[in-house]
């Protein structure tokens, strides 16, 4: 990302935000200039890790007296990407306990299989993929909706901080993807 292009966090910190970034990294790293205007970017190679880390700013943020700076808190997430590897509960939620195929279903039997390379992950998961096998493609629906759900609720959680505080009817809540 070029520097002469102004990025929403440049534009809000030139308006007197203060402009914070938790992300899961990949394709927004601050490598490629998606750290642009944010006075924190903190990326998290742990999808958990990246929300509690922007909960925890946002708690700080709307702790602060109402005639504070105002905020910009980006939380970004892959959940809801591939390789589909929601936490347990998530599975619990969704996937059929009878499934017996091959699909790699938890990111601790994917990096067992693959390492901790994101080209190599993908590759082994979709390698386990039989997109012939019915139940397979089955499966793949059912932990890509376990990724949903877990998204889904760290999103309220922040969703629940701002009502909490008091702050839900002031603040301005974008969601924008890439699905």
Known sequence: LSDDIPT?????????YRTEAYTG????????????????YEVSAEQKSSFARAEAAL??????????????????TYRI??????????RAMFCDPEYSG?????????IAAAGESYENRHQV?????????????RHLVDLYD???RCADDQVGALLAI???????????????SDH
């Not at 394709?27 to 924190?40: H, L, T, Y």
């Not at 708690?59 to 970004?76: I, M, N, S, T």
């Open 102 to 110: 091959g699909v790699i279903s938890s990111r601790e039997e994917l």
């Open 125 to 137: 998961y979709w390698d386990s993929v039989d997109l012939d096998d019915p139940a397979d493609m």
């Open 81 to 90: 990407h591939d390789p589909y590897v929601p936490p347990a509960e998530y």
């Open 162 to 176: 701002l009502r909490e505080s008091g702050r839900d009817r002031r603040t301005l809540v974008v969601l924008t």
């Open 8 to 16: 929403l966090a440049t534009l809000l910190r030139s308006a007197g």
């Open 59 to 76: 708690r700080r943020l709307v702790a602060e007296p109402e005639d504070a700076e105002p905020f910009f808190l980006f939380a970004h």
């Open 146 to 148: 376990a990724g949903i």
């Open 25 to 40: 990294g990949g394709n927004v790293r601050a490598e490629f200039g998606f750290d642009q205007g944010f006075d924190v």
